[in-house]
Antibody
């Protein structure tokens, strides 16, 4: 069973950075692209970008350029999303979601990581 | 960036009724990269439909997708109580965008 498990909730102060992890089981890690999507409380879904764990290539949504960094550690099948210069409106649930090789949608989702930005 | 506009914002129907959800794009979208997701309260989204009309694994056949170009539709053939959720459309062209969602309520 393909699974994606994310790290636990975080509370950060404005101006700080947060790093969320996403661990994939089995063979999927090298094949899937991992996207990061966030959802502010009571709001819709917002795409942040993707990483190809095999090559390390990334593509970020324009509004997060310069503030987001997506990395991976292939030795432990884990992808990371780091968001810097946090503001209160970055308070949201952050999801990683997998896009299968040759696929056309996000067919596997992590359980989400709640990030709260508060002074 | 392609903007997806979903309507209606909220749909309130009785069990057994048919639900029709609309997703309109600001410019033409490849049908291959048009998907629909279901999100229940407190849960992560779940893929329902990919390629505009193909059901994902394990999705009941009362869910169907159609459309092309700038107009896409998700239809829930006969509503069941467990279909109470928010439904999002999504496209992936040069970047990925989601629609604002349609909330389906069961009377």
């Amino acid at each position: 069973q393909v699974q994606v498990v994310q790290s636990g909730a975080e509370v950060e102060k404005p101006g700080a950075s947060v790093k969320v992890s996403c661990k994939a089981s089995g063979y999927i890690f090298s094949g899937y692209y991992f996207h990061w999507v966030r959802q502010a409380p009571g709001q819709g879904l917002e795409w942040m970008g993707w990483i190809n764990p095999k090559s390390g290539a990334t593509d970020y949504a324009q509004r997060f350029q310069g503030r987001v960094t997506m990395t991976r550690d292939t030795s432990i099948n884990t992808a990371y999303m780091e968001l810097s210069r946090l503001r209160s409106d970055d308070t949201a649930m952050y999801y990683c979601a997998g896009w299968a090789p040759g696929g056309t949608a996000l067919d596997i989702w992590g359980q989400g990581t709640m990030v709260t930005v508060s002074s | 960036e392609i903007v997806l506009t979903q309507s209606p914002g909220t749909l309130s129907l009785s069990p057994g009724e048919r639900a029709t959800l609309s997703c309109r794009a600001s410019q033409s979208v490849s049908s291959s990269y048009l998907a629909w997701y279901q999100q229940k309260p407190g849960q992560a989204p779940r893929l329902l439909i990919y390629g505009a009309s193909s059901r994902a694994t394990g999705i009941p056949d009362r869910f169907s997708g159609s459309g092309s170009g700038t107009d896409f539709t998700l239809t829930i053939g006969r509503l069941e109580p467990e279909d109470c959720a928010v439904y999002y459309c999504q496209q992936f062209g040069s970047s990925l965008t989601f629609g604002g969602g349609t909330k389906v309520e069961i009377k």
